[in-house]
């Protein structure tokens, strides 16, 4: 969602997408829970069992429940049909999703080298599509349903939340709900309403640590076919190192930070590494206006945070149009995309 969203217009009304987005998400898992609800219901009363004896959670929901109620259907072949098509549909923007966020991560963390060393974005599509290629090939052989079982358990429930976590309190406790809600007034007009203050400061942080913390809680070894087969431990052992190379990028960072901050004791490295290295206009107070492309001295730049240096570094590189934030008085004179617009020229300021 984040990475697609950076291919926005800068002044795009974000409200009503953010709006548009959670309706039809919760209508869709509404309609989808009754459906297969009733379905399980239907069958487990045909087979005089329970509703947990039908089929248990994963790929059975699709290959064997919804299969049984299309079958029971008007001109069952065409539904088949259309709905193995829309599961097709689905699985291939799965795909370009997952592959732009990756391959967008990349270009933005390394963009020279990139450019250097790959020339053509092409050529990086080329090497991760190959290289998922490979990691996927253990779904298509004889045990490939227990891999992807595996891997389904252990990558998709506890990482997802976790870093969902420190996404938010990166962006509204580090960044700050005041900063990011005079950035979104800059960019439509109008200031975020306290409900959604509320969320990105308190309710979704709490929210998140909870299902995080029940997850850990109520965590069960990964069973396949109703509980009938067990992982061994070796097993267990994989999926939990899938785990953690998706979170320690989180903690290794900090580290790398850390060691790298100015200061000669634990504290002070701690202090300076939490300082920002972003800094307003003290004419207007945005970060990315018309007097930064102008070129003000350093002196006219002010930290976005009580604590931080008073002047900043020696030279100090202001995007003029990055992806993500670029000034409203720029799209007041064209309508191009922050990825369009993102070729025009930096300003420099030095001391």
């Known amino acids: 969602m984040i990475s697609f969203a950076s291919y926005n217009k800068y002044n795009n009304n974000m409200l009503h997408d953010t709006l548009a987005v959670s309706f039809v998400n919760a209508v869709t898992c509404l309609l989808v829970g009754i459906f297969a609800f009733a379905t399980l219901g239907n069958i487990a009363l045909e087979q005089?069992?329970?509703?947990?004896?039908?089929?248990?959670?994963?790929?059975?929901?699709?290959?064997?429940?919804?299969?049984?109620?299309?079958?029971?259907?008007?001109?069952?072949?065409?539904?088949?049909?259309?709905?193995?098509?829309?599961?097709?549909?689905?699985?291939?923007?799965?795909?370009?999703?997952?592959?732009?966020?990756v391959v967008t991560s990349i270009q933005d963390a390394f963009p020279n080298w990139i450019k250097r060393k790959l020339v053509y974005h092409e050529l990086l599509v080329l090497i991760l599509c190959s290289i998922a290629f490979f990691f996927g090939l253990p779904n298509i052989i004889q045990s490939g349903m227990y891999y992807f079982q595996l891997v389904d358990h252990y990558a998709a429930s506890v990482?997802?939340?976790?870093?969902?976590?420190?996404?938010?309190?990166?962006?509204?406790?580090?960044?700050?709900?005041?900063?990011?809600?005079?950035?979104?007034?800059?960019?439509?007009?109008?200031?975020?309403?306290?409900?959604?203050?509320?969320?990105?400061?308190?309710?979704?942080?709490?929210?998140?640590?909870?299902?995080f913390a029940f997850s850990i809680y109520n965590y069960e070894h990964i069973t396949y076919h109703n509980g009938k087969y067990e992982y061994p431990g070796w097993a267990h052992g994989l999926g939990w190192s899938i785990v953690s190379i998706s979170l320690m990028f989180i903690p290794c960072y900090a580290i790398i930070m850390l060691a790298r901050a100015e200061g000669n004791s634990f504290v002070e490295k701690l202090k300076n590494s939490l300082i920002p290295n972003i800094y307003e206009c003290k004419i207007c107070g945005e970060h990315h206006c018309e007097h930064i492309e102008e070129g003000l001295l350093p002196q006219e730049l002010s930290p976005m945070m009580p604590?931080?240096?008073?002047?900043?570094?020696?030279?100090?590189?202001?995007?003029?149009?990055?992806?993500?934030?670029?000034?409203?008085?720029?799209?007041?004179?064209?309508?191009?995309?922050?990825?369009?617009?993102?070729?025009?020229?930096?300003?420099?300021?030095?001391?």
């Not at 299309?70 to 370009?96: I, Y």
């Not at 809600?181 to 998140?208: A, D, E, H």
């Not at 900043?312 to 617009?341: E, L």
Request: with cysteine.
């Open 159 to 211: 990482t997802i939340i976790f870093l969902a976590f420190f996404e938010v309190v990166a962006v509204s406790w580090i960044y700050g709900v005041d900063r990011l809600s005079k950035s979104i007034k800059q960019m439509t007009g109008r200031n975020p309403s306290l409900y959604f203050r509320s969320c990105w400061l308190i309710f979704v942080p709490v929210s998140l640590l909870a299902l």
């Open 48 to 101: 005089t069992t329970s509703v947990e004896n039908v089929v248990s959670d994963g790929p059975g929901l699709i290959f064997v429940v919804y299969t049984q109620a299309l079958a029971k259907m008007p001109a069952p072949q065409m539904w088949a049909v259309m709905f193995f098509f829309m599961l097709l549909c689905l699985g291939l923007n799965s795909q370009f999703a997952i592959v732009e966020v």
């Open 307 to 351: 604590g931080s240096p008073e002047s900043p570094p020696p030279v100090i590189i202001f995007q003029a149009a990055s992806k993500s934030n670029i000034s409203n008085h720029h799209f007041q004179n064209n309508n191009n995309t922050p990825r369009d617009a993102a070729t025009t020229k930096s300003s420099t300021v030095k001391t």
